[in-house]
Nanobody
Framework: QVQLVESGGGLVQAGDSLRLSCVASGTGSALGTGWFRQASGSEREFVAA????????LYSHSVKGRFTISRDNDKNTVYLQMNGLKPEDTARYYCAALPRSTLISAQEYQYEYWGQGTQVTVFS
């Protein structure tokens, strides 16, 4: 049974940084992984994704240049380094994993496994 557990969220001031972690278990081997976020009253949106091998990642336009996704397969962990945080980055951040057949994706519907999320709140 695949489980994803996020951590690292918190309350920070605009301009600060946070690093989110997503630890996977039960996957057997590394899977393509993405980060999504959902602000209160909004739909969930794509943030970043990385293939199982850590190749060229995908980013949403709103975070490109500020956020960096990476992974350490020895630790079964995917990270989201968030720099230059803005109040509009406030949301619950979710980690999700793709099925083995899909290398990388920005499409929410393609993700098969989801974590419970971690809250990020940025105040100005």
């Amino acid at each position: 049974q695949v489980q994803l557990v996020e951590s690292g969220g918190g309350l920070v001031q605009a301009g600060d940084s946070l690093r989110l972690s997503c630890v996977a278990s039960g996957t057997g081997s590394a899977l393509g992984t993405g980060w999504f976020r959902q602000a209160s009253g909004s739909e969930r949106e794509f943030v970043a994704a990385i293939s199982w091998s850590g190749g060229t990642p995908l980013y949403s336009h709103s975070v490109k240049g500020r956020f960096t996704i990476s992974r350490d397969n020895d630790k079964n962990t995917v990270y989201l380094q968030m720099n230059g945080l803005k109040p509009e980055d406030t949301a619950r951040y979710y980690c999700a994993a793709l099925p083995r057949s899909t290398l990388i994706s920005a499409q929410e519907y393609q993700y098969e496994y989801w974590g419970q999320g971690t809250q990020v709140t940025v105040f100005s």
